[in-house]
């Protein structure tokens, strides 16, 4: 998640309540302890206290924070560790993609996939990650901003982009891959798919077959470190789809009110944030 601070110099942590619940969530998968919501919470806040010098003023960035759960007890065979890690630990960013807010371009990848039915495609865990990084390495090394991935039974629905997940907007309608067990349900992908409804958007969550984006007025992806992103092409089998990219955004709209809430220039009357003191 990320902390930002305010205007007036309050700090903000966005929707930590529903990190905690997502590595509650994922740690059963993977058949760890783990800490209490509010445990979970309280150590997020008293490192982000400590480390408050290093939050950026308004608008030059955000105090990004990675709680992590690990294995550290010792063992050799296949089984869960005897003991655990539990740390938090932050670091000042800006933009995540070298394009900044830039269209990103993005490579559909059919030799690889980022997981399958069954697995752990929707546990934020290493295992969620480290599959990507050969398809992440060939598309940068062609140009491209980042990977988006093929369902691995049919390779024919969209699934997500290597760090985020992925929406298309046709007219008033915004559709997204549901979370099916091999896409990863983001905070911030929930909380935009409230917002575009606040918004009179009709959202949609279901298969969206690849041969969709050929129709579809504007592409953008979501996530933490992201924020919300516009895609500007999508190559796929060596034709490059292009979106709009210029002029009224429906990306931009909804990612004017996500900062606003996550930086207190818009009222929280949702319950999203929470102050540090």
């Known amino acids: ?35 209490s919501i509010d445990q979970f919470i309280d150590a997020v806040k008293e490192t982000v206290s400590a480390n408050k010098r290093w939050i950026p003023p308004p608008g030059k960035g955000s105090l990004y924070v990675r709680p992590m759960l690990l294995g550290t ?35 559909i990848e059919e030799e690889y996939v980022r997981a399958s039915p069954g697995g752990a495609g929707g546990v934020k865990s290493i295992t969620n990650y480290a599959p ?51 896409i990863l349900e983001g905070v911030t992908r929930k909380s935009i798919i409230e917002i575009a409804k606040d918004h009179g958007y009709q959202v949609e969550e279901r298969p969206v077959a690849v041969d969709e984006l ?19 092409s999508i190559t796929y089998r060596n034709k490059r789809i292009e979106f709009r990219s210029e002029g009224r955004l429906v990306c931009q709209q909804l990612y004017s009110t996500l900062v606003g809430l996550q930086t207190g220039r818009i009222e929280d009357k949702k319950g999203w944030t929470l102050e540090i003191n």
């Open 214 to 232: 050929v129709d579809a007025d504007e592409v953008f992806c979501t996530g933490t470190a992201v924020g919300v992103a516009l895609v500007g």
């Open 1 to 35: 998640m990320k902390a930002n601070r305010t205007q007036d110099g309050r700090i903000l942590l966005f929707r930590a309540d529903q990190n905690a619940g997502r590595m509650r969530h994922g740690a059963e998968r993977m058949c760890m302890p783990s800490p």
């Open 132 to 182: 990507v990084m050969k398809a992440i390495a060939k598309a940068k090394d062609r140009g491209f901003s980042d990977v988006l991935y093929l369902d691995a039974i049919n390779k024919k629905y969209l699934e997500e982009v290597s760090s985020c997940n992925i929406f298309i907007v046709k007219g008033n309608v915004i559709s997204t891959p549901a979370t099916n067990g091999t």
């Open 73 to 107: 007890g010792p063992i050799l065979g296949l089984a869960p560790a005897p003991e655990y890690t539990f740390l938090v630990y932050v670091s000042p960013v800006g933009y995540y993609f070298k394009e900044g807010t830039a269209p990103l371009n993005l490579y």
